[in-house]
C-alpha cells in the first residue's frame, strides 16, 4: 500500500545520497593525494591516516577527530604512526 511506497521511495533516496557522498569521498581523496600544502593528509610509508568525514565539517567530524587525536596521545608511544584529520563532503545540508 501506501506505507510500502514510502518506504520504496525513502530507500531510493538514501541510496542516491550514499553515491553522492561516495562519489564526493572520492574527489577529496583525490585532492588530498594531489595537495602538497600544509593541513593536508598524504599517505606516508609505516603511518595508518584516519579521516573523519561528514557534510560541512563544522562540528562531527572535527570533534571525532579532537576526541581520537586525545586517546591516541594517551596510549603508549603518545600516539606516533597515527595521522588522524577531518574533512567535509562539501554537500552541508
Do not use: P, W
Not at 30 to 50: A, P
Not at 62 to 69: Q, R, S, V
Amino acid at each position: 500500500g501506501s506505507e510500502s511506497k514510502y518506504h520504496q521511495a525513502r530507500e531510493k533516496h538514501h541510496l542516491e545520497r550514499i553515491r553522492y557522498h561516495q562519489e564526493r569521498a572520492m574527489f577529496h581523496r583525490d585532492q588530498m593525494e594531489k595537495s602538497s600544502g600544509s593541513g593536508t593528509v598524504r599517505r606516508r610509508e609505516g603511518v595508518k591516516s584516519i579521516v573523519f568525514v561528514d557534510l560541512s565539517n563544522t562540528c562531527r567530524s572535527a570533534a571525532a577527530e579532537g576526541i581520537l587525536k586525545q586517546a591516541i596521545a594517551k596510549q603508549e608511544g603518545g600516539g606516533k604512526g597515527y595521522l588522524v584529520a577531518s574533512r567535509s563532503t562539501g554537500g552541508g545540508t
